[in-house]
Each structure stands twice: as C-alpha cells, then as structure tokens.
T-cell receptor, first 113, second 112 residues
Framework: EPEVTQTPSHQVTQMGQEVILRCVPI?????FYWYRQILGQKVEFLVS????????KSEIFDDQFSVERPDGSNFTLKIRSTKLEDSAMYFC???????????FGPGTRLTVT | GQQLNQSPQSMFIQEGEDVSMNCTSSSIFNTWLWYKQDPGEGPVLLIALYKAGELTSNGRLTAQFGITRKDSFLNISASIPSDVGIYFCAGLTTFGNEKLTFGTGTRLTIIP
C-alpha cells in the first residue's frame, strides 16, 4: 500500500541554523500538508499546499517557515533560523482530490539545541 | 480557535475488554476522522465519518458522528495488545478548509 515517506527521521540542529525537512507524498495525491507535534501534546496544523501554492497556514507558520514542491514528488518544509521552541515532531500528510482523508508520514523529529 | 476535547485522557484496561472514548467540541464539524498514533510514529487513519448520525465500522472499531455535529465516539471491542497507543479525533469544518483540528488524545494502555 502506498505510504507517505519522510526524511530524515531525526534531525539535530543548533539554534539559528536552517533546516529542510523532506517528504514524498503518495503519488496520485493532490493536497499536501505539514503538521507538528510538540512532545506530549496534540498534533497542530502548520500549512496546506495545493496547485503549487499555499492554500492555508496557521499562526505558527510565520516568516521563518516556507514550503516548496521542487519537483513532481518531493514536498519540503524549510525553517530558516531555528529556535529552541521549534523542537517537535513534524508530520507531512497528503490526500487525493475529492476526499477528506489525510494520510500521514512517520514524521521527522527535530531537536534544536 | 476550535478546540476538541477527548475523554478519558487515559484508560487502563485488560485485554479482551471493550473500550469507549469520545471527542467533543464547542463548534460544529462536518467531517470527523479518528487516528491512532504509536510512540514515535505518525497518526494512522482508522475511520472517517461524513454525516451526522453516521455509524461506521472498521473491524473491531466502530465510530459514530454525533447528531449535533459537535461530537464523535469511538468504540473498540475485545481489545488486544496491539490496540495500545494514543487515539486522536480530528475534525474538518468544510471541504476547502483544509486543516485538521486534532483532539487532545486518549492514551490506551492494556494491563497484562
């Protein structure tokens, strides 16, 4: 069964550094998302992306964040200058058109020191 | 913002017992999804609900979309060890409003 994949599984970075988290959504899906989950808390929406542009973003998704679909398969989340409070699990999700069901990847654990 | 509260926060049960958990909101959702999350993993979709009053099953799991559209329920029958994990409800308001609002989660533990 097709799955959303994410790399790396764990990223350690120093405060102020840039990180890029990578995702390969399910191949025929059209809508792409990033969510994050701070340890022990619920999953929070960051951004949705459709037709090569952001369709919605949350308050968390400030100017330090950006997303890109550089080719037909990858979907990336960039954090320009990481802060300690960016430490979390970051999940990519995707869905086909005309359904509501979002499928999540295994996540990237980002640790900012 | 929209808040989804789940109860109970955690459950300790014996293998073979049935489990019930619920999710309530102060605002209306048009779609409810239930996910299970294992430690260090991403949420896995269990059941999707689209209509108020709808009752949907997936194996030993049964979920209901509350009539008021402000709540949803998940039942697991005859629990087994692999049911251990955190169960999250998630709501969508309208198609086109793409973000899922997640609940606070119910942690299920099976006592040997």
């Amino acid at each position: 069964e097709p799955e959303v994949t994410q790399t790396p599984s764990h990223q350690v970075t120093q405060m102020g550094q840039e990180v890029i988290l990578r995702c390969v959504p399910i191949s025929n899906h059209l809508y792409f998302y990033w969510y994050r989950q701070i340890l022990g808390q619920k999953v929070e929406f960051l951004v949705s992306f459709y037709n090569n542009e952001i369709s919605e973003k949350s308050e968390i998704f400030d100017d330090q964040f950006s997303v890109e679909r550089p080719d037909g398969s990858n979907f990336t989340l960039k954090i320009r200058s990481t802060k300690l409070e960016d430490s979390a699990m970051y999940f990519c999700a995707s869905k086909p058109g005309q359904t509501y069901e979002q499928y999540f990847g295994p996540g990237t654990r980002l640790t900012v020191t | 913002g929209q808040q989804l509260n789940q109860s109970p926060q955690s459950m300790f049960i014996q293998e073979g017992e049935d489990v019930s958990m619920n999710c309530t909101s102060s605002s209306i959702f048009n779609t409810w999804l239930w996910y299970k999350q294992d430690p260090g993993e991403g949420p896995v979709l269990l059941i999707a609900l689209y209509k108020a009053g709808e009752l949907t099953s997936n194996g030993r799991l049964t979920a209901q979309f509350g009539i008021t559209r402000k709540d949803s329920f998940l039942n697991i029958s005859a629990s087994i060890p692999s049911d251990v994990g955190i169960y999250f409800c998630a709501g969508l308001t309208t198609f086109g409003n793409e973000k899922l609002t997640f609940g606070t989660g119910t942690r299920l533990t099976i006592i040997p």
